[in-house]
Structures are given as structure tokens and as C-alpha cells.
């Protein structure tokens, strides 16, 4: 596969060439444990997969019945793309199953990627992951997951609402990412005028000492990894890294509202409102859902007996003034159309100062969006590549890449990266201050079992550790890569 057939990068023409040392050449880091992988589907789901595991250096292979998507992303991207039936098994072997590390189901039918699953297993893929919408399959599937030859089931709708719950849980958090299974988070606020940490240096802050560390800054259009001698400023966007309690209480004392969206207010009643409905309803809160379709209300009232649901147009500024949407906590904007999505939320803005979400598929809106400071922008599609891309990651723990988990943030400008340190490390056992590290980059938290460390200079990182690294640098796939070779 290393000199596979693919489309040019650039000009979309066929070219015979050595795949690995043409990404090595555009200057795209490699993870030490390059993975072959078919993915079955060219729609929106498939082609945000597609991106997100070509920018890890992936070897990729994307099969779908439409010529035009098969070739819309060989064009963009340096994959293979084969028009074809990816259920079906000759199409399979030219896609090079037989090789093939992982096969990803992402077309728009749940039963035609559980079918192409199956068969890539009966073609010799080692790994299969099924792209699952319909809520009855997906309740189901682990019954059979096994039977099914499948390593993971995912669903877009799902994913997002587990998203979007996590920021509704805390009202004032414009993003949150966790690691080492939830006991830390890295919460993204932004800093109020008035705050008792404005104007001043990150030393001379002592609520920050041992038990909570700022370890990125969002200024305008610039993206800060700061030291001690930063001074924060009023506006600056912050991310936060901390245990989730002690997080709550020092946003208490900068006067940022940070408490959980009570009274919620969903605008449409598609899948994602279904199952985001759900969850905030397990964990307390009062929802209220406006959707349209009268007949996709008497379905919700039916599946979702504690909620509220209002049949209207989501657009009707006065139905949703009579609907309270001023008094809210949290209102999500999840209708069909992203125009509506967008102009409601604008709206919205002006009416309450409940956390507004607003959900978008069409990533090409994100440029016109950035200067309308929305709350929180969520994509659907693009959340189930991210998810995926971990997925993978974890894979390729034990061939070569110890990255257990990784999130991009501040528009992918920088990552946050967790590794889990082997014996023999290199930095294991070195004050951190001795540490020859890279510049733009901080060691953030240790996980030393179950202990949460924010590291200070004289702490020692220790074998066996799980270590949270934020770094501007892109394709770090080991520890060792944080240090400098200068």
C-alpha cells in the first residue's frame, strides 16, 4: 500500500508514488504505527473521518457508490478512492481488505455498515467500526457486537449530545475536554471584566498554586502556551486544567457562572434532541423541546414522558418568548438547516443570557462565524471523526504510539496530548525543570494512579505515569517528543 494508486494532493491527477515519503515531504508527522484503513461512505460523516485520520499520516482508502463524492475527496485529500459497493466483497479486496488494519462503515443506511462490517471480516480486516444512527439498533447492538465482529459502533447524534451535555453542565465553559477517564478536565472560560485574576501575572495569582493551572490563553487571534511572567487580561479565553471540583470553585472565585443549566430549552426534535433530552433529564434538569412536525412531536411525548414539547416553528421569536426562552439556562439551536441554527442563536443572544449551542454540519460556515462570538459552536460529523481518531489511537498503543488520548483546541491550533510512560523513558526520573524541553509546550498534569500532580519544576515523572502534555506542536506520537534536540 506504501505505493498505492491515489489522487494527487494537489491536482487530483492519478500518480504512482511512494505514499509515506510524499506526506514526509509536506512536512505531515507520521505516528510511528501507520494503520491501513478502508473507509466505506464518502457523505459528510465519512469525508470528516476521512480528514481527521489523514492528518495523522493514515494510509486510506475511501469506497463509495457516487463517483463524484469517491472522487470530491481523492481530490482534496492524498487517499485511494474506488467507486463501488463497500458491502460487497470483490469491492472489499480491491480495496485491499485483505491488509487492511481497520474498515470504518460510515454510509447514511445503519443496516448496509453492519452488513460491509461483516464482510470485511469474512475479506480479512482485522477491525471494523459501524456507523449506528436508529436508537432501537443502537440499544441492541451490544448484544451482538461480539457475534458482529465488531471492535466499536458509533453514532454522530449520540456523540454530540454527550458533547453538548458537558457544556450545559457547566453553563459558563465554552469547551471541555477530559482525561485519564474523566478525573481531569481541561475547561476553556473566558475571563470577565472585573475578575481578581485580570491585569496580574500567572505567578502572582496563589488560588492557581498545586491545584489548578491555566494552560492556554486565547487573545484575539493569538494562541499563548504562557509562563509565570503572562498577564492575563479581561476577554482573554482561557483553558483551565484541574479536577471538575476544584474547577468549580476556582471559577467561583474569578466570577465566572459556572453552574449547571437547570431550565433548558431544545429547538428541534431530530435525533440529537432525542437523546441530549435524555441525558439532561437523568441528571435533573427541567427540557422543554420545540419541534414542527406534529408527528415527530406525539414520537417525542411518547419516548420522552418527563419532558416538555411544544409543537411550533422554532423561528417564532413570540412563541419562544411565551415558551420562557428569556429565563432559560441553556437553549441548543438543532434544527435541520445551519442558516436557522445560526440565525436564531444570533437572536437569541440579544434576548437572554442563557448558554447558547448552536449546531452546525457545513464547516465552511466557521470563517463567516468567528467574529460573531457565539457561545458554543458544536459539528456533529466532525465529533464522530475526533471520536474515532481516538478510537485509533488507542489501537496503536501497543505498535509503536503510547498517545492515549489527544484533543485539538483553539481551532486546532494546538494539542493536548496524554501519553502513558513506558520503562526506560528518557524523561522519567529527571526533575522536569532538567527537562530539555520544546519550546511552546507544558507538561500540564500527572496521573500517577488515581493522584492528580500539576506538576512544579522539581516534580519527577515516573514510569508507569499518565502524563498531559499542551504543546503548539503538531505529530507528537511519544513522550520523547517533547524534548528538544538542540
Known sequence: MDSAVFYGFFTGVKTDINKNSYIRDLGISLCEA???????????????????????????????????????????????????NGAIYETLVEAGAETADLLIAATALDEINIYACLMAKAAGVKHTI??????????????????????????????????????????????????????????????????????????????????VRICSVERGSEVYIP??????????????????ETAAKFFKRINVAIGKSRDVILLGGGKISYYLAKTLIKSGANVKIIEKNDGRCRELADALPDAVIIQGDCMDQN??????????????????????????????????????????????FDAILSNQHFDC????????????????????????????????????????????????????????????LKDNLQIICINRRGKIILPQGSDVIMPDDMVVVITMHKGLSTLEDILSRH
Open 130 to 211: 459501524a456507523r449506528v444512527r436508529n436508537p432501537e439498533y443502537a440499544n441492541d447492538l451490544f448484544r451482538v457486537k461480539d457475534q458482529l465482529g465488531l471492535s466499536m459502533a458509533i453514532n454522530p447524534e449520540l456523540t454530540a449530545a454527550i458533547e453538548i451535555s458537558r457544556l450545559l453542565r457547566f453553563s459558563g465553559a465554552l469547551e471541555i475536554d477530559s482525561f485519564s477517564k474523566g478525573i481531569v478536565e481541561i475547561i476553556k472560560v473566558s475571563i470577565p471584566e472585573g475578575s481578581s485574576i485580570s491585569n496580574r501575572k500567572l505567578s502572582e495569582i496563589d488560588i492557581l498554586k498545586g491545584k
Open 377 to 436: 459552536i458544536i459539528h456533529p460529523k466532525s465529533l464522530t471523526g475526533e471520536y474515532i481518531a481516538r478510537y485509533i489511537r488507542a489501537m496503536q498503543n501497543s505498535a509503536g504510539s503510547n498517545v492515549e488520548t489527544l484533543y485539538r483546541l483553539s481551532d486546532d491550533r494546538v494539542e493536548a496530548l496524554e501519553f502513558r510512560v513506558r520503562n526506560g523513558s528518557k524523561v522519567a526520573g529527571i526533575p522536569i525543570k532538567n527537562l530539555n
Open 227 to 244: 509562563n509565570g511572567d503572562f498577564k492575563l487580561m479581561s476577554g482573554d479565553k482561557i483553558s483551565v486544567v484541574s479536577k471538575p
Open 319 to 364: 412563541l419562544l418568548l411565551s415558551e420562557g426562552i428569556e429565563h432559560a439556562n441553556g437553549v441548543a439551536a438543532l434544527m435541520d438547516y445551519d442558516e436557522e441554527n445560526i440565525l436564531i442563536s444570533m437572536y437569541l443572544k440579544s434576548m437572554t443570557k442563557a448558554k447558547i449551542i448552536t449546531k452546525i454540519n457545513n464547516a465552511s
Open 34 to 84: 501507520v494503520m491501513r484503513i478502508i473507509i466505506v461512505g464518502c457523505g459528510k460523516v465519512g469525508s470528516s473521518i476521512a480528514y481527521e485520520l489523514n492528518s495523522e499520516g493514515h494510509e486510506i482508502v475511501v469506497v463509495d457508490t457516487k463517483q463524484d463524492a469517491v472522487q470530491n475527496l481523492s481530490d482534496s485529500l492524498d487517499v485511494m478512492g474506488i467507486e463501488g
